[in-house]
T-cell receptor, first 116, second 113 residues
Framework: DSGVTQTPKHLITATGQRVTLRCSPR?????VYWYQQSLDQGLQFLIQ???????AKGNILERFSAQQFPDLHSELNLSSLELGDSALYFC???????????????FGAGSRLTVL | AQSVTQLDSHVSVSEGTPVLLRCNYS??????LFWYVQHPNKGLQLLLK??????LVKGINGFEAEFKKSETSFHLTKPSAHMSDAAEYFC???????????FGAGTRLFVKA
């Protein structure tokens, strides 16, 4: 158990639908990262939050959005889903300062999304 | 700007033989470098990290990596492969604070009996 909790583990839905993926970071970690992993695109960075604020944005589609709440958990919202959104979505967390190992990412087990 | 290149998409070795997974990086400042491993249907796990201390870094499961600034490389090695090492390995470069973390495309390691 890495300490990063992602729910749900598996999700099957239809095109056009909206889903929410949830992540609880490791205790004490202030940063949350979202990644998408698919067979054709590999591991793609989506977005990072630090202590509730958006810090960095990667290849995140406009149909996707995320937020980090005051208790530091994060949610990734995926809307108007398409077949190509089927992927593993990983959340990772890291500490708040360089001294606390801010560079080291601890990953959750992932949420597997299947869009039919 | 930072970038990371994993030179092999697939590596196949026999059990008991050495493993070499190659990684080159580019960074305009002193980077932190990492190797992560992902077993099938699992999340990524930190193998080892380099953060400007010793250039030879030892990680879990007998893996180690050497930071070579002159060659901008951070290759991952293991003297003797085990079947359980079969997985995908990611080389990662990051700035201080982790606010810019770049993953390589990954190298899939196959281990033959």
């Amino acid at each position: 158990d890495s300490g990063v909790t992602q729910t749900p583990k598996h999700l099957i839905t239809a095109t056009g639908q909206r889903v929410t993926l949830r992540c609880s970071p490791r205790s004490g970690d202030l940063s949350v990262y979202w990644y998408q992993q698919s067979l054709d695109q590999g591991l793609q960075f989506l977005i990072q939050y630090y202590n509730g604020e958006e810090r960095a944005k990667g290849n995140i589609l406009e149909r996707f959005s995320a937020q980090q709440f005051p208790d530091l958990h994060s949610e990734l919202n995926l809307s108007s889903l398409e077949l190509g959104d089927s992927a593993l979505y990983f959340c990772a967390s890291s500490g708040g300062t360089a001294e606390s190992g801010a560079n080291v990412l601890t990953f959750g087990a992932g949420s597997r999304l299947t869009v039919l | 700007a930072q970038s990371v290149t994993q030179l092999d998409s697939h590596v196949s070795v026999s059990e008991g033989t050495p493993v070499l997974l190659r990684c080159n990086y580019s960074s305009s400042y002193s980077p932190s470098l990492f190797w992560y491993v992902q077993h099938p249907n699992k999340g990524l796990q930190l193998l080892l990290k380099y953060t400007s201390a010793a250039t030879l870094v030892k990680g879990i499961n007998g893996f180690e990596a050497e930071f070579k600034k002159s060659e901008t490389s951070f290759h991952l090695t293991k003297p003797s492969a085990h079947m359980s090492d079969a997985a995908e390995y990611f080389c990662v470069v990051s700035n201080t604070g982790g606010f810019k973390t770049i993953f390589g495309a990954g190298t899939r390691l196959f281990v033959k009996a």
